[in-house]
């Protein structure tokens, strides 16, 4: 077993480990906490689900090799084409872009459309979103079976050297799975920091013109607002490290493999190759450590977990629950005049 090859498990083992540790507590404490039940977080809870199986999945791989000695008949051939592809964990990996990318989309009309999203977005529409994800992950990495051929008498999986048109798709589906979702994500953030920014800008001056008849209202009014607008962007921050971190692990080695699949010579074994694959599979373990730095709704929900309180939403924490606070008083006041 060469040095390359022994590194890479032994980084495959820890961001396993570390992955299964951090994913499973995003997942208990969103679980647990009553405040943290809001629909963004029900897209957070899945990705972290998502990166725990990931995790989970390569931790196996990364130290149980099949590939030796392949048994024959069906058993053979469901573990060559679902164990040594990695399957599952290819799989896992295209759901959770997937899944970010409606997690960025659930934000994108909440806060560039919020009367829209309080008529449409709601737990049904989040659970057929959900299902859309993990149904498409395993659809779109079934293209990897067609990397490995089986041979049933002398038991062995091996590459397959595939004609130009597969290589083709296989490069369109690499993109759809890179550049689409980071286009999309990309655009949606954008929109959402101009947003923000004008939404800060008319609140401000708001909290000084009221009349004295309606002072009482108009106070509360932009009390919620600002509520409001500091929990949007602190999500909103967060995310978007969660997206560029994401950017960060996947582009080199989309990058590579997308001029191997060119016909460019790229040696994939080589060091670049593996650093990159090292990138890859860090992004399972990395979005619990940017919640734990950014997000505050869920470092308070940790604190509650293990001090034992029953995490009543807090003033600024649930988002679903200040913005239909917002529109309420907004209506009451509305009536009012």
Partial sequence: MSEDVIYMRVIQSLVGLIGILGNSLVCVVIWRVRAMHTLTNAFIFNQAVVDLVASLLLLLVSN????????????????????????????????????????????????????????YFGPRLAAVLITACWSYGFASSGFNLVWVTYSEPN??????????????????????????????????????????????????????????????????????????ARAR????????MVFVVYVICWAPNTAIFSLFLLGVNVDLGGVPYIVSLALVVCNSCANPIVYSV????????????????????????????????????????????
């Fill in 155 to 228: 038991g062995t999986c091996k590459p397959y050297a595939l004609p130009e048109p597969p290589v083709i798709s296989a490069f369109m589906l690499l993109q759809m799975n890179f550049l689409l979702p980071v286009t999309v994500m990309c655009v949606a953030y954008c929109h959402i920091a101009v947003t923000l920014k004008r939404s800060a800008r008319r609140i401000a001056p708001g909290a000084h013109t009221s009349s004295a008849s309606t002072q009482g209202s108009t106070t509360d009014v932009n009390t919620l607002d600002g509520s409001l």
């Fill in 233 to 240: 962007r602190n999500t909103f921050k967060t995310l978007l």
């Fill in 64 to 119: 149980i090799d099949l590939s030796e000695r392949v048994p024959p008949g069906v058993a053979g051939l469901l573990l060559c084409y679902l164990w040594i592809t990695r399957f599952f964990l290819w799989s896992s990996f295209a759901t959770s872009t997937t899944n970010l990318v409606a997690l960025t989309v659930e934000r994108y009309v909440a806060i560039v459309f919020p009367f829209k999203h309080q008529a």
């Fill in 294 to 337: 950014k997000y505050r709704q869920f470092r308070k929900g940790v604190r509650k977990l293990f001090r034992g309180t029953d995490g009543r939403p807090d003033n600024d924490a649930d988002i679903s629950t200040v913005s239909a606070r917002v529109s309420q008083r907004y209506t009451s006041s509305n009536l009012r005049k």
